[in-house]
């Protein structure tokens, strides 16, 4: 008798469950879907704005892009996904500026922080929402963001060679007017220290000869010794004679 009436109740919570799950299966057959159509809808589905799925270098209308080669997103990168390539080039003006040589992604193993994006100095990069980029190896992954061949320096007009070759004939001016000037300062110093009191030459255990030894190779600062020297024994010459006159 047990066992019968054991049997209807678990019939009974049977059924009671099956009537549950088909509530729950009839509510949702009847729930509006929300489920992407895609691949089907991938031309006319509106990706939003913030989501990142790969990072590209930005490039104008004339196939120009932005980036000075700084290195800012190589550093902020927390795990090395970039690395910037530079190299050295000489300008039409002569001088040598860093460019960018190769600029790599490795998208495999970004986080899409953005970092690289938000401290770029010259807005150079941006993160696009191409998304579909399933490969068969890793490898493929590693991509080089600056694919367009990199356009050389820009010839200088006329106007500018010109321009720059008056600043440089105006340095030469100005360097030799300077050369003149020390010049003639080292020759009016050198005819102020003859007029000076001769001094007479010291002894070789004096001060002053192991003075005049020491600077012996530069004749700058021997003249300055020798005119301190002159300077000195005229006013001892003052001061002997001023004691002279007071003792008469």
């Known amino acids: ?87 050295m080039v000489e300008t039409p003006t002569g001088t040598k500026k860093k460019k960018l040589a190769r600029y790599i992604y490795d998208l495999g193993s970004c986080t899409f922080c953005q970092l690289c994006v938000t401290t770029c100095p010259t807005q150079a990069l941006q993160f696009t929402n191409q998304f579909e980029q399933s490969v068969f190896t890793r490898s493929k992954l590693v991509k080089q963001l600056n694919y367009l061949p990199e356009k050389p320096e820009p010839e200088l007009t006329e106007e500018e060679k010109a321009r720059l070759a008056a600043e440089k004939e105006a340095k030469i001016a100005a360097a030799k007017a300077k050369a003149e000037a020390l010049k003639a300062e080292r020759e009016g110093a050198a005819s102020a220290e003859s007029a000076l009191v001769p001094y007479p030459a010291p002894a070789a255990d004096d001060p002053a000869a192991k003075a005049l030894a020491a600077a012996k190779g530069d004749p700058e600062k021997e003249a300055k010794i020798r005119a301190a020297l002159e300077r000195a024994a005229k006013l001892k010459a003052e001061r002997a004679a001023q004691s002279g006159n007071s003792d008469k």
């Open 1 to 87: 008798m047990g066992s019968v009436k054991e049997y209807f109740k678990s019939l009974g919570s049977g059924v009671a469950s099956l009537v549950k799950g088909m509530q729950v299966t009839g509510k949702e057959f009847i729930t509006p879907k929300i489920t992407e159509k895609y691949p089907e809808n991938r031309d006319t589905h509106v990706w939003p704005d913030r989501f990142r799925a790969i990072l590209e270098l930005i490039y104008d209308s004339e196939g120009n892009h932005k980036c000075i080669a700084c290195g800012t997103c190589e550093r902020n990168c927390p795990n090395g996904t970039i690395t910037v390539e530079t190299k």
